[in-house]
């Protein structure tokens, strides 16, 4: 069987050696296609679909309840599945034509290749659509297992004690979850072996697309071995391939570009010149890593077809050639000096000199003391945090207290949850003990009594948490920060967003934030005064957006020092961390490097420097 899978790559490398140039251009023209037209009319379709509902912005958990719960989430998924499905079950019709017309004695150009996509285009997308629909169902059964099992075995303590003390339970359920993940991925690679011909069928046969999953299972019958090794063996090639040109450029830029931090213009100029190389390689890897993937499937088609595909020669024409000389290599020139240009732009800019950074402590300085506790709200303002962050919640007796998970096992072994039990008996348990035996005085703290710690040494950012229990938190929050006189050195959050608009709507003076882990639509719409979001959703372009509207950006949980640079590179406003004092050390030693350092601190980065590598800051120096 391998070696039938080797003899098919190898097959399919020779047809890409004979017709790598009607190929490249095939790809290169459709990909521009897509990138232009295809998928911004995608996803201006899914967002037109979007906005028709009251959820514009979309974020969390909430975002699984559009998609599963809501019927225009359910079609929106569906539509947008089966778009992204059609548009690279398109490109490989385009391609799979011109191994076709090969076996013909066709030759497809470019144009004809393309012609003969577009003309396949709409069943290719019916059918893409009854693949999605199949697929989603499926999901169905396995979904409700893996829900079954959490519920069996997690439900019973907050996740984050599981996360953190990994119990048995949390095995049990981990191998669990690890079964139903191997059953779904072999019936997965099973249908991927079943429905490999349903593509070639439609485009080539014109069967329709209702009949061509059901014929595609038959005629790969007692195949699926072949089928299956012979894309695992594409596979392989694709991620070799990927892997070692990324490697390359990372090594060529991390070694070279050090060497030229003297000199901005220099600097500049190899930024330039090694992004250009860089994306010119990732875009030749992907055109043959998607060409061999579709001759690789034109030859499984071809060993079992069971009749002649329709003639191609309608398709025929002159093969195009591109000259590279007269206009054309002085249009390409020009592109080239821009987009070197535009690269060293966009590096200046990412430098650029910033407003002062707020380092945020996360629940205190909780890397050294125990996490929402007054020994690490106390040892985050010695740090000179700018802020302490803490979550807050209710008791069952209406005390407002500093916890974050809906109970204590995970700082105490205690399953007493919070909106539960009495804030006496809560404040009975220790929670220090866990972290260090010098902290075994710590217990949860009220609001008051971290508000009394930090007044007058740092500011204090609140989130209210909520699980569902919530009585009047947001209106005890207030109450006691106006009562410790605190009003004017305190920010609030929150996950839930209702509860950050009502605690919006009982202080409109007061600055309130969402607290963002993924999202769908644009934040900014959400009218927050700042906010709060995973350290990967902020991107320039996020922040860029944020700040035109008036909002400032926060990350989290920021505790790696390249990230912390990242971060200021990109312009955001303050880091929420474990670490308030490596972050103050980064700030300082950010703040004392030249332009030129700083971008190639940001270069580092990107390569995939380490924080070892980026502590020393002699290391920097040219």
């Known amino acids: 069987m391998w070696r039938s899978a080797r003899d098919m790559f190898l097959g399919a490398l020779g047809d890409l050696r004979r017709s790598w140039k009607v190929l490249a251009i095939t790809d290169l023209a459709y990909k521009a296609i897509a990138f232009a037209l295809l998928m911004p009319g995608t996803t201006l379709l899914l967002y037109w679909l979007r906005a028709r509902t009251s959820q514009r912005v979309v974020a969390d958990t909430d975002i699984a309840m559009f998609f599963l719960t809501t019927p225009t989430g359910i079609v929106t998924l569906l539509l947008g599945g089966s778009l992204i499905v059609a548009i690279t079950a398109v490109e490989a019709s385009c391609l799979m034509a011109v191994g076709v017309g090969a076996s013909q004695d066709i030759r497809l150009n470019g144009r004809g290749a393309l012609r003969f996509g577009a003309a396949n285009a709409l069943n290719v997308l ?3 659509g009854h693949m999605v629909l199949r ?5 169905v059964p396995f979904g409700i297992a893996a829900g079954l099992v959490y519920v069996a075995l997690l439900r019973a303590h907050d996740i ?9 339970q949390f095995w049990i359920a981990a191998a669990l979850i690890a079964l139903i993940g191997i059953g779904f991925a072999l019936l997965l690679a099973r249908t991927i072996a079943r429905w490999a011909f349903a593509w070639p069928l439609v485009a080539f046969e014109q069967v329709h697309p209702r009949q061509a999953l059901g014929e595609s299972a038959r005629r790969a019958a007692g195949s699926y071995r072949l089928i299956l090794a012979s894309l695992a063996v594409w596979a392989a090639s694709a991620f070799v391939l990927t892997s070692v040109l990324t490697w390359l450029m990372r090594s060529i830029g991390f070694w070279v570009a050090p060497h030229m931090a003297g000199s901005l213009p220099l600097l500049f100029l190899f930024i330039g010149v090694w ?3 860089a994306a010119f390689l990732a ?3 992907n055109v043959v890593n998607f060409s061999l993937f579709a001759l690789v499937l034109t030859r499984l088609y071809q060993r079992m077809a069971q009749r002649t595909p329709a003639s191609l020669a309608q398709y025929a024409g002159e093969v195009w050639r591109m000259r590279l000389t007269g206009p054309w290599g002085a249009g390409i020139l020009a592109l080239v000096v821009l987009g070197m240009g535009g690269v060293a732009e966009l590096a200046f800019l990412a430098t650029r000199n910033q407003a002062p950074i707020v380092v945020i402590a996360h629940r205190g300085a909780s890397a050294v003391a125990p996490e929402n506790t007054l020994a690490a709200f106390r040892l985050a303002a010695e740090q000179r945090s700018d802020l302490v962050e803490l979550d807050v919640q209710e008791s069952s007796d209406g005390q407002v207290l500093v916890a974050h998970d809906a109970d204590l096992m995970k700082v105490s072994g205690n399953p007493a949850t919070i909106w539960g039990t009495p804030a006496g008996t809560l404040r009975a348990i220790d929670i220090g003990t866990y972290r260090d035996a010098r902290y075994a005085a710590e217990r949860v703290p009220t609001l008051a009594e971290a508000l009394a710690v930090c007044k007058g040494r740092c500011k204090v950012l609140v ?9 009047h938190l947001e209106e005890r929050v207030a109450q006691i920060v106006e009562a410790a006189g605190m009003a004017d050195q305190c920010e609030f959050m929150s996950l839930d967003h209702d509860m950050a608009r009502r605690m919006k709507a009982l202080r409109p003076s007061w600055r309130v ?7 769908m639509g644009d934040l900014t719409e959400l009218k927050a005064d700042f906010l709060a979001v ?13 700040h035109r509207a008036g909002q400032d950006v926060y990350i989290w949980t920021v505790n790696d020092p390249a990230w912390m640079l990242m971060g200021l590179t990109r312009g955001v406003d303050g880091l929420i961390t474990d670490h308030p004092d490596l972050a103050h050390r980064v700030i300082i030693a950010r703040a004392r490097l030249s332009e030129p350092q700083r971008l190639l601190v940001a270069l580092l980065i990107r390569f995939g420097a380490t924080a070892q590598s980026l502590a020393a800051e002699d290391a920097l120096r040219p």
Do not use: D, T, W
Request: hydrophobic share 45%; no cysteine; net charge positive.
């Open 463 to 471: 989130e209210l948490k909520s699980y569902g229990h919530n009585q």
């Open 283 to 285: 875009l030749a890897a």
């Open 275 to 277: 992004a250009l190389v």
């Open 513 to 519: 934030g969402l607290l963002v882990a993924q999202a």
């Open 160 to 168: 984050n004690y599981y996360l953190a003390q990994k119990p048995p």
């Open 534 to 546: 995973e350290s990967r959703m902020a991107s320039r372009r996020f922040i860029r957006r944020a």
């Open 126 to 128: 019916r059918l893409s």
């Open 135 to 139: 697929v989603m169902v499926g999901v």
